[in-house]
């Protein structure tokens, strides 16, 4: 018989790379990784790691396992809720990771929400990058998360996460001074491209919004020259009024935006998504977050957003 915990050790070895990481992200030391692991390959009865270097890798065996782990530990994940949601009332932490832009915007009135209809419910918020959120899930450092993606930079396939779509809204093009008239059909490099030697404005690297900033001016026909690199659309606002640089901004942060400032609305989208470990969606709390930050949002009970 296989042990599951070892199999999501496995699982965890595929997607963060090396015994290392699974061994930080899961409180273990390296040598306890090993062992499962190793205890992993007698119980399956077949190679399942190899070195590579001073690496160790999935054998194609390992690989094929990882694929059946994903399956058992979702289902396991849909026990889980059932179990839940046969237990009178929901109360106890709930721990909910939320990109920082959804902070002001859309946590306060989702906990509000919560908070009316299931106060026994212990609402736990921290920031995270999108780009984390599944390490965080899968780790069970976070139950339920607000993603985002964007136009150029689609999430990737996570086969251990489910999403369910939230807000969808324009960006915005933030600057100092206006470049002209724009029209609604104007193309992106229409608008972008009287900023091609300007300074620019993004995420730090390695975020979703770095790399979406940088690929848009690339679809445009220009690599950006960035001068600065901050995460807070606030910051970004602020320097852009004073002529610091032109940035990108999603529509739910124009509402911080200076009289100095100029926006221009940009034909690319960003979409907020609420993330949860695959499987886990009948969870009481998790549903009642994902309904509660639907209402917030004003956004409909169901459907794609």
């Not at 889980?80 to 859309?106: C, K, Q, Y």
């Not at 690297?205 to 690599?223: D, I, L, P, S």
Request: net charge neutral.
């Amino acid at each position: 018989m296989l042990d599951v915990r070892r199999l999501h050790l496995l699982r965890e070895l595929d997607r963060r790379g090396t015994i290392a990481a699974v061994a930080e992200a899961l409180t273990f030391t390296a040598s306890a990784v090993s062992q499962q692991l190793s205890a992993l390959e007698r119980e399956a009865g077949v190679r399942l790691l190899e070195r590579s270097g001073r690496r160790v890798v999935l054998t194609p065996a390992g690989r094929t396992l990882v694929t059946h782990a994903d399956a058992v530990l979702e289902r396991l994940e849909l026990a889980v809720s059932e179990l839940a949601g046969a237990r009178d009332g929901l109360g106890g932490p709930l721990r909910i990771g939320t990109f920082p832009s959804g902070g002001p915007a859309i946590v306060p009135a989702t906990l509000a929400e919560l908070a009316r209809r299931h106060p026994a419910l212990e609402p736990m918020v921290q920031e995270i990058d999108s780009a984390r959120v599944s390490d965080g899930l899968r780790s069970g450092e976070l139950d339920v998360a607000l993603v985002h993606d964007y136009d150029f930079v689609p999430a990737s396939p996570d086969t251990t996460v489910d999403l369910v779509p939230l807000l969808k809204e324009p960006m915005y093009l933030a600057t100092g001074t206006a470049s002209g008239q724009a029209a609604r059909d104007d193309t992106l490099a229409e608008l972008l491209g009287p900023w091609a030697t300007a300074p620019w404005i993004t995420a730090r690297e390695g975020t979703t919004g770095h790399a979406m900033a940088v690929r848009a001016c690339q679809a445009a026909g220009f690599q950006p020259r960035i001068r600065h690199r901050v995460n807070d659309f606030r910051t970004v606002l602020a320097l852009a009024a004073i002529g610091q640089g032109a940035g990108f901004v999603p529509e739910m942060a124009t509402a911080y935006a200076p009289e100095d400032v100029v926006l221009t609305r940009l034909p690319l989208f960003r979409r907020s998504k609420v993330a949860f470990r695959a499987g886990g969606g009948s969870h009481p709390a998790i549903a009642a977050f994902v309904s509660a930050a639907r209402t917030a949002v004003g956004a409909p009970a169901s459907g794609a957003v």
